[in-house]
T-cell receptor, first 115, second 113 residues
Framework: DVKVTQSSRYLVKRTGEKVFLECVQDMDHENMFWYRQDPGLGLRLIYFSYDVKMKEKGDIPEGYSVSREKKERFSLILESASTNQTSMYLC??????????????FGSGTQLSVL | DAKTTQPPSMDCAEGRAANLPCNHSTISGNEYVYWYRQIHSQGPQYIIH???NNETNEMASLIITEDRKSSTLILPHATLRDTAVYYCIVRVAMVTNAGKSTFGDGTTLTVKP
């Protein structure tokens, strides 16, 4: 089974801090994604990457950046955390291909609270 | 992407089959149907997907109508652990726009003892 591991289940940070969320997948997937999930707003794509060192903006990239130096690792960076970035963050990966691009495997999520 | 319509909630008795419908009347020929579920406080879990043929795996069966305008996810013997929100998504994904699936409100399935 594909395993997508997120570094922290719960995280509490202060406003203005730089925050790193790490995600590692063990199935050699080309595609990796970062989402946030908020009540009433569903799942929203922040950034995705379809190859090492490649990144594409999703629907809500403002205030975030990403890094993909190795195929298995995709990091989400909050440059200066703000209270409106309090959310559940979900990482996902998928195998490249017309049917499998959207066959997403998710991590357990990181609940980030910015105080 | 084609719009999908799902009932907001359904109940099912434990041990019985759960049949979750999804309407996607505007689906185009190269769009796949994907099903995910999300148990409270966990990340979504992939269940199954198909293009036009019926599909079965260890978790569920997917029945797609001949005109492809609707589909049904079948959990053959529902257990209490199947209580979750189930999402039906229709997408054709090229690598440059992958991951932009819209997880809408889905169907909240409650399996009762």
């Amino acid at each position: 089974d594909v395993k997508v591991t997120q570094s922290s289940r719960y995280l509490v940070k202060r406003t203005g801090e730089k925050v790193f969320l790490e995600c590692v997948q063990d199935m050699d997937h080309e595609n990796m994604f970062w989402y946030r999930q908020d009540p009433g707003l569903g799942l929203r794509l922040i950034y995705f990457s379809y190859d090492v060192k490649m990144k594409e903006k999703g629907d809500i990239p403002e205030g975030y950046s990403v890094s993909r130096e190795k195929k298995e690792r995709f990091s989400l960076i909050l440059e200066s955390a703000s209270t409106n970035q309090t959310s559940m963050y979900l990482c996902a990966s998928s195998l490249a291909g017309p049917a499998t691009n959207e066959k997403l495997f998710f991590g357990s999520g990181t609940q980030l609270s910015v105080l | 992407d084609a719009k999908t319509t799902q009932p907001p909630s359904m109940d099912c008795a434990e041990g019985r089959a759960a049949n979750l419908p999804c309407n996607h009347s505007t689906i185009s020929g190269n769009e796949y149907v994907y099903w995910y579920r999300q148990i409270h406080s966990q990340g979504p879990q992939y269940i199954i997907h198909g293009l036009k043929n019926n599909e079965t795996n260890e978790m569920a069966s997917l029945i797609i109508t001949e005109d492809r305008k609707s589909s049904t996810l079948i959990l053959p013997h529902a257990t209490l652990r199947d209580t979750a929100v189930y999402y039906c998504i229709v997408r054709v994904a090229m690598v440059t726009n992958a991951g932009k699936s819209t997880f809408g409100d889905g169907t909240t399935l409650t399996v009762k003892p």
